[in-house]
């Protein structure tokens, strides 16, 4: 699969109701979790080249948060649906892309909103075990540069897992097991992990609390297990990792800025001049 470059003028999908002038315009910021090797990459980059008005954010090619923070706010003013493509372990860098979306809503000055983000959590959950061997037979990887490197820091990995929750402020949370995706996502397999699961889940208010959500039993972070201690139990659920760079296990690659760097990249302010998304509020369920 080759994944189309994020800012390219690719033809959005049609709607498939009419316009409406007086919905707000809706706009997915979808906000993936999951172990490493869990597909996370895998997963968005087939959504953005089975849905043209969908953008992919993601930070090992970006460089760090504020990078992605920018790459996420240029391409939802210009119309599109992003993807944030990075590991949010937990409740406190997942409010980063709530607060964001928060900060987009647009309002008229009499209160009549013009702008909406819904905001979605997908984890894709997967065993310690299949995440092990998944990471044996990695290569390419932007940031880690060797299996060895990989599983070295799994560890940590799992200990500074947070569950994602309504709590936080999303409008919806879902999950899917890694191992019913396929190594090259078809339109009917994106369909039906993010699509078809929003036109049955529930919407939340998405109301984003005064502060992060603790962790269950108030541990904060760095109180995991101590080297030589008993790791998670084999094949139980691996869900979240931390940013690499962020806690100081790698440096980051050094990256030309770009949404997507599949391709030459093209700078943040070309996302103006690609046709936007529809402008009516777009449907849970995409056309066929």
């Known amino acids: 699969m080759h994944p189309t470059p994020v800012l390219a003028a690719t033809p959005a999908a049609a709607p498939s109701q009419p316009p409406c002038d007086d919905a707000p315009r809706e706009q997915y910021m979808l906000v993936l979790s999951g172990l490493i090797g869990s597909g996370k990459s895998t997963f968005a980059r087939a959504l953005v080249e089975h849905f043209g008005d969908w953008r992919r954010c993601n930070q090992d090619e970006l460089g760090d948060r504020h990078a992605v923070v920018y790459a ?7 119309g599109y649906h992003v993807v944030i493509d990075r590991t949010n372990i937990d409740a406190k860098q997942r409010r ?13 000055a009499d209160g009549e909103r013009t702008r909406s983000v819904v905001t979605i959590s997908l984890t ?4 310690i075990d299949e995440a092990e061997r998944r990471l044996k037979l990695r ?7 060797t299996p060895e490197q990989a599983l070295g820091i799994l560890p940590h990995f799992l200990r500074t897992y947070q569950k994602a929750s309504s709590e936080e402020g999303f409008h919806y949370v879902l999950t899917w097991p890694a191992t019913r995706m ?35 039993g108030g541990r904060g972070r760095g109180r995991g297990r101590g080297r030589g201690e008993a790791r998670p ?11 690499l760079a962020q806690h ?27 046709p936007p998304a529809p402008s009516a509020a777009v449907p849970i369920q995409p056309p066929l």
């Open 248 to 274: 100081g296990l790698l440096e980051p690659v050094q990256q030309q800025p770009g949404l997507d760097n599949s391709h030459t990249p093209p700078s943040f302010a070309a996302a103006a001049a690609t």
């Open 182 to 216: 396929s190594q090259n996502p078809t339109r009917d397999e994106v369909n039906a992990m993010l699509f078809d699961r929003l036109s049955v889940e529930e919407r939340g208010e998405g109301v984003l609390p005064e502060r992060p959500p603790p962790r269950a």
């Open 96 to 108: 980063t892309w709530l607060e964001l979306a928060r900060e987009l809503n647009a309002s008229t």
């Open 124 to 127: 894709l959950t997967i065993s």
């Open 139 to 145: 290569v390419g990887h932007e940031t880690i540069q």
């Open 72 to 78: 996420a706010r240029t391409a939802l003013l210009a």
């Open 233 to 243: 139990t084999r094949g139980s659920s691996a869900l979240h990792t931390p940013h």
